[in-house]
């Protein structure tokens, strides 16, 4: 199975940016719906958007405007870069990945068989 593993998270002050990067184990090329995903303290974990395998995403409403996600197949990575961050952006953020599900239609924790370890992300003053 593939594994994947994120980095890139860290302290950010209120409208800075960050990138995160999640690399995976094995060839997400092969159809491959990769999604992220944040939980902050206390809080269950949210969908903040998905790739497919043509590139199309898409986003919570919460970081529309300011969060991009995109790929790089051949190096099996997928991106999180995220501007104009704000203290409520502060959470775990976690890459997930599913080769079977629909991923346009895939908001849920439950629509994604594989997960990463989780990268911390504060955004603070």
């Known amino acids: 199975a593939v594994q994947l593993v994120e980095s890139g998270g860290g302290s950010v002050q209120p409208g800075g940016s960050l990138k995160l990067s999640c690399v995976a184990s094995?060839?997400?090329?092969?159809?491959?719906?990769m999604g992220w995903f944040r939980q902050a303290a206390g809080e269950e974990r949210e969908g903040v958007g998905s790739i497919d395998i043509r590139e199309s995403t898409t986003y919570a409403d919460s970081v529309k405007g300011r969060f991009t996600i995109s790929r790089d197949n051949a190096r099996n990575m997928v991106y999180l870069q995220m501007n104009n961050l704000n203290p409520e952006d502060t959470a775990t953020y976690y890459c997930?990945?599913?080769?079977?599900?629909?991923?346009?239609?895939?908001?849920?924790?439950?629509?994604?068989?594989?997960w990463g370890q989780g990268t911390q992300v504060t955004v603070s003053s």
């Open positions: 997930a990945a599913d080769y079977w599900v629909v991923c346009t239609a895939a908001r849920d924790v439950g629509d994604y068989g594989t």
């Open positions: 094995q060839d997400i090329g092969r159809n491959y719906c």
